[in-house]
Each structure stands twice: as C-alpha cells, then as structure tokens.
T-cell receptor
Framework: DGGITQSPKYLFRKEGQNVTLSCEQN?????MYWYRQDPGQGLRLIYY???????QKGDIAEGYSVSREKKESFPLTVTSAQKNPTAFYLC?????????????FGPGTRLTVT | GENVEQHPSTLSVQEGDSAVIKCTYS??????FPWYKQELGKGPQLIID?????GEKKDQRIAVTLNKTAKHFSLHITETQPEDSAVYFC??????????FGSGTRLLVRP
C-alpha cells in the first residue's frame, strides 16, 4: 500500500513540553510539507522540504522545527515556544518535477496541549 | 505573495442539484489550481486540478473552470449526492512549489 502515514492520530501534551509528530511516505516523493489547520480555516504552511537534508520555512514556522534525514521521513517538532500549539497537523508530499505539482496528504494528527 | 479567497463559506443544496464554489487568486504567475475534499477528521483528498493552459476540465460529476484574465476558478459538482457533503478547499500554486489555500467551503447535501 503506497501512501503517507502520520502517527499518532491523537496526541495530548502538557504545556511546556516539546512533542514530535511523525510523517512517513513510501511514494518515493522528493518533496514533503507540514501544514497546520485550525477550525474553520484553510491550511497554513509550516515547513517544506524539497530534498533530503534541506528544508525551508513556510508562513508560520515560529515555534516549530523539522528535520529531513531520510527521503521517506519528515518529522515535525512542536516546541514549547509555539504559543497556540493545539491544532490539526497535516503532512503532504509531492513529486519534485518541472510539471508535477500534485500534493498528497496524510490522515493528520490532532494535537491537544493543555 | 499569492492570496486566495474562497466563497461561499457554507453551501447547502438539495440532493440532485448542482453546487458551485468559487475562488479568486492574486498572483497572475500562478499556474496550477487544485481542489481538495476533506471529510471530518481526515486529510484532504485531491479531487481535481487544472493548469493555466486549460480553461475547463471535467471528471464525471465534477468540473473546474479557470478564467485567467479575471483570476478566478470554480468547482462545479452536478447531481449532488449526500456523500458529497464535506469541506472543499481550493488552492493556487505560487511561483515556488508552495500551495496557497482558500479558507474552505462546507458543503451540505440534503437528502
């Protein structure tokens, strides 16, 4: 089965703790993305990576960090510096071709911080 | 940078009727416009997309139209069914590989 997996589906943390969200893909896609979704709003880009060992900040990177040590994996760490971490987090991937733009999403992780 | 606006925010139709969702974008260099369907608690699913060299694209009951001059594009769903009920997002690809998303439309199809 090819696709994007995110784990866990639900995650609960206490305020002040860092937490890492997992994203794995077996689609052989070069590019991977992290989005945040808040109720009633669209998706906002946190970080993206077009190639292994390289990543760029998106529109709302403050309080988040990422790594891209393997092509298949793009974990996101929500740090204690993120002021409003409770949200639905979505990972996506895409082929990095000149005319290939389609992004495919994982099932998401709902993070609740209290 | 690119900005995408989506209307309406909610849409209620009778089963069998058509539904139309509209988006406008600001960056004339944008060249790729996907539509996603998101069911409750799930990730968005790509349902149709269009590139800037095409004016219309159809896939069974869904179609997308693009007007580059006016910088707007629309999703058309015909013969709506209850399973079409979901949140729909439009997006536009800016000059990089980033997608800029609209704020979403909650579609309710009444049986």
């Amino acid at each position: 089965d090819g696709g994007i997996t995110q784990s866990p589906k639900y995650l609960f943390r206490k305020e002040g703790q860092n937490v890492t969200l997992s994203c794995e893909q077996n689609l052989n896609h070069d590019a991977m993305y992290w989005y945040r979704q808040d109720p009633g709003q669209g998706l906002r880009l946190i970080y993206y990576s077009q190639i292994v060992n390289d990543f760029q900040k998106g529109d709302i990177a403050e309080g988040y960090s990422v790594s891209r040590e393997k092509k298949e994996s793009f974990p996101l760490t929500v740090t204690s510096a993120q002021k409003n971490p409770t949200a639905f987090y979505l990972c996506a991937s895409s082929i990095q071709g000149a005319n290939s733009y389609e992004q495919y999403f994982g099932p998401g992780t709902r993070l609740t911080v209290t | 940078g690119e900005n995408v606006e989506q209307h309406p925010s909610t849409l209620s139709v009778q089963e069998g009727d058509s539904a139309v969702i509209k988006c406008t974008y600001s960056d004339s260099a944008s060249n790729y416009f996907p539509w996603y369907k998101q069911e409750l608690g799930k990730g968005p699913q790509l349902i149709i997309d269009i590139r800037s060299n095409v004016g219309e694209k159809k896939d069974q009951r869904i179609a997308v139209t693009l007007n580059k001059t006016a910088k707007h594009f629309s999703l058309h769903i015909t013969e709506t069914q209850p399973e079409d009920s979901a949140v729909y997002f439009c997006a536009a690809k800016d000059s990089s590989y980033k997608l800029i998303f609209g704020s979403g439309t909650r579609l309710l199809v009444r049986p």
